[in-house]
């Protein structure tokens, strides 16, 4: 089984502020890792996911996360953040072999103040 | 476009009133799940279906049955509601050759009184 824990249910920033989400997995087994985000009012999108190969993976609008396997962690990091980014965070996993199932952390809500 | 469609929206109904929510994807995939979001507990997965005829139950299944007819089609129903299945509800499907990246609905705000 998998388990992923999100260390902060919300983080407040000023724009322009560089901003880390965090977020360590448990599992018995290999995993894929992904951040979906969830702007107000709409449904998740995939932000960004490790596979495999390098360790650090980057999205179009800036985000970066990096996977540490010794520290079973996979946080979320962006260097100066925009209004536009508000939104609740979520980091889940996946078994890379059998049935697709995200396992979700319980979410972290961005909030960029002007 | 690539989209998975639930209908409704929004719903609010009554304790007990069976009701349907239905999801629909336009990708050809194989997987698709559903799973309901709470405040505080993330998503959890209710159900899943691996192909047309094929489901399981998920994490949390109790007071909830889906059906896989068409490989297009997962509807998700609710034979008797109750409070406590207040909550937000979203589909989402996958395509089982890669396996790496599930489709959301733009989700179901369900409320029981």
């Known amino acids: 089984a998998q388990s992923v824990t999100q260390l902060d249910s919300q983080v407040p920033v000023f724009e322009e502020a560089p901003v880390e989400l965090r977020c360590n997995y448990s599992?018995?087994?290999?995993?894929?890792l992904f951040w979906y985000v969830q702007y107000p009012n709409q449904g998740l999108q995939l932000l960004l996911k490790?596979?495999?190969?390098?360790?650090l993976v980057e999205s179009i609008n800036g985000f970066e996360a990096e996977f540490n396997k010794s520290q079973t962690s996979f946080h979320l990091r962006k260097p100066s953040v925009h209004i536009s980014d508000t939104a609740e965070y979520f980091c889940?996993?996946?078994?890379?072999?059998?049935?697709?199932?995200?396992?979700f952390g319980q979410g972290t809500r961005l909030t960029i103040n002007p | 476009e690539a989209q998975v469609t639930q209908n409704p929206r929004y719903l609010i109904t009554v304790t007990g009133k069976k009701l349907t929510v239905t999801c629909s994807q336009n990708?050809?995939?194989?997987?698709m799940s559903w799973y309901r979001q709470d405040p505080g507990l993330g998503l959890r997965q209710i159900y899943y279906s691996m192909n047309v005829e094929v489901t399981d139950k998920g994490d949390v299944p109790e007071g909830y049955k889906v059906s896989r007819k068409e490989k297009r089609n997962f509807p998700l129903i609710l034979e008797s509601p109750s409070p406590n299945q207040t909550s937000l509800y979203f589909c989402?499907?996958?395509?089982?050759?890669?396996?790496?990246?599930?489709?959301f609905g733009q989700g179901t705000r369900l409320t029981v009184v």
């Open positions: 990708m050809n995939h194989e997987y």
């Open positions: 599992s018995s087994v290999s995993v894929y």
């Open positions: 490790y596979l495999s190969g390098s360790t």
């Open positions: 989402a499907s996958t395509d089982s050759r890669r396996n790496t990246e599930a489709f």
């Open positions: 889940a996993v996946s078994q890379i072999q059998g049935a697709q199932k995200l396992v």
